[in-house]
C-alpha cells in the first residue's frame, strides 16, 4: 500500500514538474511540457525501481522470514518459562504442604514431650511449635509471593511483546496522526 503510494506520489511528481518548469521559464519559447525530457526521466525511474526491487526483493524476504521465526522462538521461550514458572510453583505448593505436615508432626511430637516434662515443658513446646509454624507460614507466603511475582512479570512481558508486535504490525499513518491529534488536544485541556 505505501509502495504504490510512493509511486502514484512520484508519478505526479514527474508529470506536473515539466510544467511547471515551462511556466518558471516565462515562456521563452517553451510551447509546453517537453514529454521527451519526461519520458526519458520516467524510464530512468522505471529502471531504478524495477533493479532496487529485483535485488531487494529476496533480502527483504529472507529478513522477514527470519524476523517471523524469531518472534515464534521468543513466543516459544516465553511459554517454557512460563511452564517453568507453574512447575515451580506446584514444586512450592508440594514444599508448603510438607511443611504444614512436617510442622503438625513437630507439634505432635511437642505435645508428647510436653506431658512428660510436665507444665515447664509443656510452655516451651507450645513456644517453639508457634515460631516454627509462623516462620513456616512466612516463609511460605514470601515463596508463593515470590512465585506470584515472577509469574506476574513473566506474563507482563510477554503481553507487552505480543502488544507491542500487534500495535507495530496494525499502526497506520492515519492511527499515529489521530493519536497525535489526541494527545495535543488533552495537553490543551490540562493547561
Known sequence: MRFELLLALLLAVFVVEPAFASEAAGGHGAAGPDWGYFLYHSLGLAALLGVLVYFTREPLKNFL???????RRQVEAAETAL???RAE???LRARLAR???ESEAFIRAAVVQAEAERVLALERAEQAAERIRQESRRSADQEI???RRELQNEAAQLATSIAAEILRQGMTRDDDRRLVAEFVEQIGRRT
Do not use: M, V
Not at 65 to 71: A, E, F, K, P
Open 83 to 85: 511452564a517453568s514458572a
Open 99 to 101: 511443611a504444614s505436615e
Open 145 to 147: 509471593a515470590r512465585a
Open 89 to 91: 510453583a506446584a514444586e
Open 65 to 71: 522470514l527470519d524476523r517471523s521465526d524469531d518472534i
